[in-house]
């Protein structure tokens, strides 16, 4: 038997106790053993959760589970920093293997983590941090292990997908659709971390170091949200064939590994432009596999309880075969590969610029691209309001970030342009 403690009686908690004493039968059949939850700490025991626990096993003192002898697997559902991170160095200290949902901590403080681990002999599962009831971790770790990961692209936060489609299929705008995700319980405590592309850039760190085995560099990750997206950005985006959606990027160019959270217009026809509401979904392209994709819920009690049992099970595997340590947390991450930097980034774009309905504006803006190396592949200019600002919508072949950054600046700055220009990425192939 192997004993089970959760710290943590939220959202992610209650579904992982709930699949533990739901299907207790289940998981023996299967893995031959029982899988025993001994405790559940949370400061709120009172809160009737609508699934019932056997007399003495909640608390409220997560100590009481970090030091009991008998406890086999830690698992951290509370999420943040603080205290979280003190609890698990304090679980891998006395020896206990740990299973966690916390993608944020993870990402900023996981190598000290995954180094403790190490060194004290015990298992992190983390299979949960990323795309909920996904198993990209597993797929990423274990079941590509045959092949050079060539690109990841991931829609790996539900929230601001929600929001997203909310936008495109009701015309709904940004403040509204948030409200609405809130509501759902899908957001962060803080929805910053959803809207400003933190919480898909905790995740891609994560997946980042899996495939190219670099150490956690979230740091490093580039990062732009969603929120300056309006949705006559989304209605134009529609009619040039293209949905935007919020996807994290992780490829390996020349050498180095690209690293990038930021709205992105991909091609209506692609499989991950279908993927609406809080779905996620990840394009893991490998050398030998060819393109492949996951689909499903990124969030919520059930899913994500479901990703902590594959872990609980794992590592119970593990623990009864006497063979912990055999699949490395993070793989094998080396020093030394470069993240490159967003300005050497090359992609097409959308520009949308604020000009002034008066003639010869367009060649202005269109003499700036062609002097900074941006070559145009369409226009489109909506409504007539002479001499008055009208949105100048332009797509462009490839492009270096590092020339639309300056020619977006000089554009700016022309008196023909009202507001800053706004630009989206644009993936898929060139015209
Ligand atoms: N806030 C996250 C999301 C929850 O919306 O995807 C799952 O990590």
Redesign the pocket.
């Known amino acids: 038997m192997i004993n089970i403690g959760i710290i943590g009686f939220g959202t992610v908690g209650t579904g992982t106790a709930r699949i533990l004493i739901e299907k207790r039968d289940v998981l023996r059949e299967r893995l031959g053993f029982d899988i025993n939850l001994k405790r559940v700490a949370d400061l709120d025991v009172k809160r009737d959760r609508g699934i019932k626990l056997s007399e003495g096993i909640l608390t409220t003192d997560a100590n009481a589970i970090i030091n009991d002898p008998d406890m086999d697997i830690i698992v951290e559902l509370i999420g943040g920093i603080h205290p979280a991170k003190d609890f698990i160095l304090q679980a891998i200290k006395n020896k206990k293997h740990v299973v966690t949902a916390n993608?944020a901590l993870l990402a900023t403080e996981g190598n000290e983590i995954f180094a403790a681990a190490e060194k004290c002999g015990v298992e992190i599962g983390f299979e949960a941090s990323v795309a909920?009831g996904i198993p990209i971790i597993k797929v990423i770790r274990e079941g590509l292990i045959a092949n050079r990961i060539l690109a990841v692209y991931g829609i790996?936060?539900?929230?601001s997908n929600y929001i997203l489609t909310k936008m495109t299929d009701e015309k709904v705008e940004f403040s509204d659709a948030l409200k609405e995700a809130q509501r759902l319980g899908?957001?962060?405590a803080d929805p910053t971390?959803?809207i400003e592309g933190i919480?898909s850039a905790h995740k891609l760190a994560i997946l980042a170091s899996l495939a190219y085995g670099i150490p956690l560099s979230y740091d490093n990750v580039y990062k732009e949200g969603i929120t300056k997206i309006s949705s006559q950005d989304i209605e134009f985006a529609s009619e040039l064939g293209y949905k935007v959606k919020l996807l994290a990027i992780t490829k390996a160019v020349d050498g180095e590994v690209e690293l990038r959270v930021h709205p992105t217009m991909l091609p209506k026809d692609y499989l991950i432009s279908k993927v609406d509401g809080?779905f996620?979904a990840i394009y893991v392209e490998g050398d030998a596999v060819g393109a492949t994709l996951y689909y499903g819920r990124?969030?919520g009690d059930m899913p994500t309880g479901s990703a902590v049992v594959s872990d609980i099970s794992d590592i119970a595997r593990n623990i009864n075969m006497k063979a912990t340590g055999r699949v490395p947390g993070l793989g094998r991450a080396k020093e030394g590969i470069g993240i490159r930097k967003i300005e050497d980034v090359e992609s097409m774009y959308y520009f949308r610029f604020s000009a002034l309905d008066r003639p010869g504006v367009l060649s202005k803006i269109s003499g700036v691209l062609g002097n900074n190396n941006i070559s145009i592949a369409s226009v489109i200019q909506k409504g007539r309001r002479i001499g008055e600002a009208v949105p100048l919508v332009v797509l462009t072949h490839m492009a270096k970030e590092r020339d639309v950054i300056h020619a977006v600046r000089e554009i700016d700055n022309l008196p023909v342009v009202a507001e800053k220009t706004l630009y989206i990425r644009v993936e898929g192939k060139e015209e």
């Open positions: 993608k909920g790996i936060n539900g929230t899908y957001a962060e971390y959803d919480d809080v996620n990124g969030a």
